[in-house]
């Protein structure tokens, strides 16, 4: 073993092996690792490659992996920090049941499993199999994802089924498939460093999706311009060309009138529109009255920035349009996505190098969980369950009578109001925490104490799992194998680098042990990951989302696979309409025109400053496991409402006094952040967070009617400042614990 640095030695008499930490090298001395084992981040949907330190059958460092090629060895705050789950005090390490006065205390596998079998037997004979439902998060691998879509339909017979990417991409999705028939970014990050401008829409990449930044950066290098939209001057705008401050729900009003810009000045492709594009009269119909004084009205961004960014956007010859949750989080989060692609087809920048346009995904798997059957109207391959030819194909794939396959179901937040309503008696959920991460909390947990039983699998009890009636311990990240699909649309390998911890099971065979147990075994004998990922690739063959050409070896062979790869000898697709041939019904991408609308609630006197919500660097959606790991806490350990000195001062309000904020929702303090990085008109809270300290107690349950994402970036408020400084008396412990 290596002689250790003097310091390392002491660290490890004072706090023994398995606290001998240093930031530079990860765990030291004793923890010489066993192996390392290339594998991916859990976290964001950039997938970044790491190698995970293996010592005793326990992840306790990490190395970069350099040759890796989209991160190249460059990780963010959470890679850095994430192999500090495993192992982790915490993690569930065997399954648990809820005893009415006293807690949770530990069951058997056997009982958990027998338990689980007879309620959902119980609630579906007595009240029909839709009143069993599930929902689940996509921070888990495609192989995972399917199982889970075929898991509901044909073991569980249910049709509601739903995913956490509603609260995510759903409104890239829907937008995405209107105009191009298909649902993914058109591009590797690589043609990003080319092109000459980018506009990041509603991204706040340097917190959420960081190490996406270097190529932004290599953009810039390269004499690009940088076009930041958002109410706040997030980090990425500090170094912009041109931010654009919108007003929560001004999105479409913005890039509508950018439209008319073009069009007026004749800063379009015209071969591309008319050979390639259907639509385009009707939509620049639909702006032709957003004037700049309009648009600036709706948006409150001056008339000539919105005209500095047309003119810099018409004039290119190459660009890239990425956007986020800022745009997607929204009543008219289609809306908002479709008045941007117009953008991309009015000047034909889409399949040729360096020009395309893509959707930030921000869970894990969100690009990959979003393909293979795992939505409440969504069969495998990105294929629609109520379409017969498709549904006769996946019962075939599946070995079922297609008459025996549930149709459409409920989305997430509309599976909750049907809970809150006794239309649904029972839940399954895995990885999926909704007492966090839903709009509207409260009623999320009303609902959640209707449920006659409620059986959750995750590594963590998290907030909504202390409202479960029994808790399986599943499986980390680390701790099964399998692949994800990253937001570029690459298909990469998961490597198992340890086993789960002491009675701890992995996910899969948790499933396939339920599914024996409800009499559909003989649909779910898988021996391996890659059988799964074998039986994937079929069902997805013929898909828009085709993923049968990708193997294993494949994957692993060329560090990733782009889908569609409809064939084994197919190379995969890093830059898709480079033919030209869209998958719509009539092979065009779609113009789509989109009235402005304004959001579900907008201010009044009663309640007259907009609520917008967010994320921040050290923290992945609900913190389930980054709220438990030290350094993130550190890093920002509690929400803080960030306002603009002038509302503020307003109020009264001083830097880090505490402010009680109130919606027709709830109501809920937070310490204020007085910063000049927001909107005079808006306030941020980011919602990691749980208990007292949620952000969505306050955020309003409206839905966009195409994608049913909840309008998480706009509601009204008012602000009642408390008069005192916000006291560091509470610790971490209380913010992790959610109390
Ligand atoms: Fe990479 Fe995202 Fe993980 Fe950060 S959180 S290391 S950007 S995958």
Redesign the pocket.
């Known amino acids: 073993m290596a002689k250790l640095p003097v310091a390392t030695d002491q660290l490890i008499k004072k706090f023994g092996p398995h606290k001998a930490y240093t930031p530079q090298s990860g765990f030291y001395g004793a923890h010489e690792p066993d192996r390392l084992v290339k594998t991916?981040?859990?976290?964001?949907?950039?997938?970044?490659g790491?190698q995970l330190k293996v010592k005793d059958n326990k992840v306790t460092g990490f190395e970069p992996w350099m040759e890796f090629p989209f991160?190249e060895g460059?990780?963010?705050?959470?890679?850095?920090q994430?192999y500090l789950q495993n192992n982790h005090p915490d993690r569930l390490l065997g399954p648990i049941q809820r005893v009415e006065g006293k807690g949770f205390e530990p069951v058997s596998w056997e009982h958990a499993m027998s338990k689980t079998v007879s309620e959902i037997r119980r609630i579906q004979e007595k009240y029909g199999n839709d009143a069993f439902a599930m929902l689940s998060g996509v921070s888990i691998t495609n192989e995972k994802s399917y199982m889970i879509g075929k898991f509901a339909r044909v073991a569980l017979k249910t049709a509601n089924l739903d995913y956490n990417g509603r609260l995510c991409m759903v409104s890239a999705g829907g937008g995405n498939k209107k105009a191009f028939g298909l649902d993914r970014s058109s591009n590797s990050w690589a043609d990003l460093a080319h092109a000459e401008v980018i506009i990041v829409a509603g991204a706040n990449i340097s917190e959420t999706?960081?190490?996406?930044t270097h190529y932004i950066w290599q953009a810039r290098d390269n004499g690009a311009k940088l076009i930041v939209v958002d109410p706040r001057v997030i980090p990425l705008a500090r170094t912009a060309d041109l931010h654009l401050p919108v007003r929560p729900g001004g999105d479409s009003a913005l890039f509508g009138a950018m439209l008319k810009i073009l069009a007026d000045n004749d800063w379009l492709d015209h071969n591309f529109i008319n050979n390639y594009t259907s639509g385009f009269e009707e939509t620049i119909a639909a702006v032709k009255d957003y004037t700049l004084d309009w648009a600036e009205e709706q948006t409150g961004i001056p008339g000539e920035k919105i005209m500095e960014a047309a003119t810099l956007w018409g004039k290119a010859k190459t660009s890239f349009l990425l956007h986020a949750r800022g745009i997607e989080h929204h009543t008219k989060g289609v809306d908002n996505v479709l008045s941007c692609i117009n953008l991309v087809l009015a000047t034909g920048r889409i399949g040729k190098p360096y020009c395309g346009y893509g959707t930030i995904t921000g869970q894990?798997n969100g690009q990959g969980g979003r393909e293979h059957g795992h939505k409440c109207d969504q069969l495998p391959g990105n294929r629609d369950i109520t379409n017969p030819e498709h549904r006769k194909y996946i019962a075939e794939v599946w070995g079922i009578d297609e008459k025996d396959m549930p149709g459409k179901g409920l989305t997430a937040y509309e599976q909750i109001e049907a809970i809150h309503r006794g239309e649904i008696k029972g839940l399954i959920s895995i990885c999926f925490n909704p007492l966090v991460s839903l709009p509207n909390n409260n009623f999320v947990r009303e609902a959640l104490e209707k449920l006659e039983f409620y059986i959750c699998i995750d590594s963590f009890l998290s907030e909504t799992a202390r409202h479960a009636d029994i808790v399986m311990a599943g499986s980390l990240h680390e701790e099964e194998e399998g692949t994800v699909t990253t937001a570029e649309g690459r298909v990469v390998k998961i490597n198992e680098a340890v086993t789960p911890p002491g009675m701890a099971r992995r996910d899969g065979e948790i499933l396939m042990e339920l599914a024996e147990k409800l009499g559909a075994g003989d649909k779910f004998s898988y021996a391996s990951s890659e059988d799964i990922f074998n039986e994937l690739r079929i069902a997805s063959r013929g898909g828009t989302a085709d993923y049968y050409g990708i193997t294993y070896k494949k994957i692993v062979d060329n560090m990733g696979v782009f889908w569609p790869c409809p064939s084994p000898d197919h190379p995969g697709t890093p830059r898709l309409w480079e033919d030209r041939k869209f998958k719509t019904p009539d092979g065009k991408a779609h113009f789509n025109p989109v009235p402005y609308r304004p959001a579900s609630e907008v201010t009044d006197k009663e309640y007259p400053v907009v609520l917008t919500t967010g994320r921040v660097v050290s923290q992945?959606l609900s913190g389930t496991s980054t709220r438990r790991i030290g350094k993130l806490v550190d890093q920002y350990p509690e929400p803080l409402l960030e306002i603009h000195p002038k509302l503020a001062f307003r109020y009264g309000i001083k830097d880090r006094d505490l402010v009680r904020v109130e919606t027709r929702r709830g109501e809920a303090e937070f310490p204020a952040q007085v910063v000049e990085t927001i909107r005079e008109d808006t306030v941020f809270i980011p919602y990691h967070w749980g208990g007292k300290h949620s952000a969505n107690q306050l955020t309003i349950g409206s839905l966009d009617p195409v994608s049913k994402i909840p309008e998480f970036k706009v509601c009204a408020c008012r602000l009642i400042p408390m008069g005192y400084k916000a006291l560091d008396v509470i610790t971490k412990t209380a913010y992790q614990s959610g109390l």
């Open positions: 991916h981040c859990c976290y964001c949907g950039m997938q970044c790491i991160n460059r990780l963010c705050p959470k890679g850095v994430r999706f960081p190490t996406l894990g992945y």
